[in-house]
């Protein structure tokens, strides 16, 4: 009976760690260390020339026509698929702080390096901690 009522606690974990494998998200490619002066200082170049237009200086966006980028729950939650968009450019319908959006996200047309160094930046400003990327992160995007 023991072995028995083993054998099923055995095949219930199994079932439960199959099913949660399945059903969990992308993983996130990020980590957490803060940015360099120098870091700081080239990704707010490349978003005052690449993103400021539309997400504006202080990355707020305008309501219901561009998202935010600061205190965004969706960059927060959603960063692979939210540097998928920059890099090959999205029309996909998106919610943001409660708020839907759906505008063409042109591609960023940055080389790759550019858009880490643009994207940590926007992930690490106005008060967003949402860790970084790496260029290996980038390169193994699939559109």
Known sequence: MKRLN????II?????????RSGKKEKEAVSYAPLTKMEREAGSSLYRSKCMNC?????????G???PLA???????????S???????????????GQKYHNLMPASGLQDEDLVTVFNYVLNSWGNQYGRISLK???????
């Open 55 to 63: 997400h504006l200086a202080n990355g707020q966006g305008i309501q």
């Open 6 to 9: 083993l054998f099923f606690a």
């Open 83 to 97: 540097l998928r968009m920059v890099k090959f450019g999205a029309n996909i319908p998106i919610k943001v702080n």
């Open 12 to 20: 219930g974990f199994l079932l439960f760690s199959c099913s949660e």
């Open 137 to 143: 992160d980038v390169k193994e995007l699939k559109p």
């Open 71 to 81: 205190d965004s729950d969706f960059l927060r939650n959603n960063v692979t698929k």
């Open 65 to 67: 026509v561009y998202p």
